[in-house]
């Protein structure tokens, strides 16, 4: 189990990943960090973040 300071670092790089390349898929952004789909949904599953319809992964907009 990933603690809240492993999940708090994991959503810092995945922002800077979708803010560096753009939007990615749950599964891509499992794949580059050798993760669980799971463990990205919890990441990705907060204010910063948007899962559009299609499945990509975005940074909000606030």
Request: aromatic letters at 6%; hydrophobic letters at 45%.
């Amino acid at each position: 189990m990933h603690s809240e300071l492993d999940l708090e670092q994991l959503r810092n790089e995945v922002w800077d990943e979708i803010y560096r390349a753009g939007p990615r898929s749950v599964a891509q952004l499992a794949n580059s960090r050798d993760l669980e789909e799971a463990v990205v949904q919890s990441v990705v599953g907060h204010d910063w973040f948007v899962i559009q319809v299609d499945g990509m992964v975005c940074i909000a907009e606030n």
